[in-house]
């Protein structure tokens, strides 16, 4: 396959960056993106170029590592899957294709396709979380009897890989489809009860202070959510921060 | 509790009460409306009532303008934040790929309504609210000295509805409102944090709501053009 990228270049965080062109050939359809950039990569650094600096880690679709804004969509036109699960099969030959890093204040770029994703990590130290006692004697966590339904919807929010798809994908920016997912699946347990009202309303205090947006409900995020976290833990969200806030 | 109108949530909870107080008004304007169309006397007097019933005009109404302004000013703050919190645009967008227009577009297809409302305002409200308050004539009628001469709110309907730019504005502006209220009604159930079996079946009702509440208007209005 012979493809033209536009791949977003920016120096470092106080450049201003652009789009620049790079034509790449011969490159398999079997291949997955990020071995489509590795060999773009490989050119440049035998032309004495810079290479793409890009986000990675398991390529397994585990790690949440990848973040690339691929044609206009998070994670590229594919859907359920993250950037190294994406092959280039799924695009034509003399193609192409747009590659950018996730856009949003709260996500500053560090250098081209790579961004600081450290906002969800201080999200989740404000209350993605339990406290439990190390003692010793701590008390089996499968001794405790769970609903089906909810164990299974405390899973499905849990499988959240904090890539920031959602933020990427949405209009505004909003983080609440990750927020919503971590809150989710605390409050859908026994173990999440203790610190149920604090975790929320520290959660969302943090996002706040963080500069995403809010959340207009336009489902972008669910959609391009390569773990298919559903709208229904934004209700959830939106539910628990009321009551946490009535009761102070 | 202080302080939550300053979240992100709050903000949405707030938008959304006020949204929903809102389309029950709505619901209650065409059910008075669509009497026009089967029966002018019944319209004038149920209009007369809402007009001079202590309860409605100070009670009610303020809280209407209020939640009115506040539905509108909110929406523009949440604009202004969101669109801070990207402050630099992707070179290429996909946004048909994974959202409705409607929900895109809430922002413009909300400030035709309300350019519509200022046009509704000057139309009926204004001219009510000087005839009642400013010149003092709380009868209703259309020649207040002729106790028969009957009242006047089914002619200054019929009347307003002379004007094919006004009909033509009218239209368009309820087809905005329905594209606004498709994507708004379902919305705000979520931001109340209602996502349930039961909402589900609410949210079909929305769609019929925020089709044929617009659609309803539209005929009313088309009606008295063509029948008179």
Known sequence: MNLTLKIWRQKSANDKGKIVDYPVSGISPDMSFLEMLDVLNQELIEKGESPVVFDHDCREGICGSCSLYINGRAHGPQTKITACQLHMRSFEDGETIYIEPWRAEAFPVIKDLMVDRTSFDRIQQAGGFISVNTSGNTQDANAIPIEKENADKAFDAATCIGCGACVASCKNSSAMLFVSAKVSQFALLPQGQVEATDRVLNMVKQMDEEGFGNCTNTGACEVECPKGISLENIARMNREYLTASLKG | ?228
């Not at chain 2, 949204?19 to 709505?26: K, Q």
């Not at chain 2, 304007?29 to 169309?37: D, E």
């Not at chain 2, 089914?154 to 094919?164: C, D, G, R, T």
């Open chain 2, 1 to 228: 509790m202080s302080g939550i109108l300053n979240s992100s949530i709050g903000r949405k909870f707030a938008m959304a009460l006020s949204a929903l107080f809102l389309m029950v008004f709505l619901l209650q304007h065409f059910a008075i409306n669509i009497l026009s169309v089967f029966s002018p006397d019944t319209f004038n007097d149920v209009s007369h009532f809402m007009g001079t019933f202590w309860v409605i005009q100070y009670l009610l109404q303020p809280v209407l303008i209020f939640g009115v302004i506040f539905h509108f000013v909110m929406g523009f703050v949440l604009e202004y934040k969101n669109n801070k919190a990207r402050k630099v645009s992707y070179a290429k967008t996909s946004h048909a790929a994974n959202s409705t227009w409607m929900s895109r577009n809430m922002l413009l297809t909300g400030a035709v309504v309300l350019a519509f409302m200022v046009l509704h305002f000057i139309d009926f409200w204004i001219p009510e609210i000087n005839t009642k308050y400013i010149v003092g004539d709380m009868s209703g009628l259309v020649d207040p000295a002729n106790t028969e001469s009957g009242y006047r709110y089914y002619e200054e309907l019929v009347h307003k509805f002379h004007s094919p730019l006004r009909v033509a504005a009218y239209a368009i502006s309820f087809i905005l409102l329905s594209l606004h209220l498709l994507h708004g009604f379902n919305s705000a159930f979520q931001s109340v944090g209602a996502n349930n079996k039961y909402v589900k079946g609410l949210k079909g009702f929305s769609k019929v709501y925020a089709i044929g509440v617009p659609l309803g208007f539209i005929f009313i209005a088309l009606f008295h053009y063509f029948t008179h």
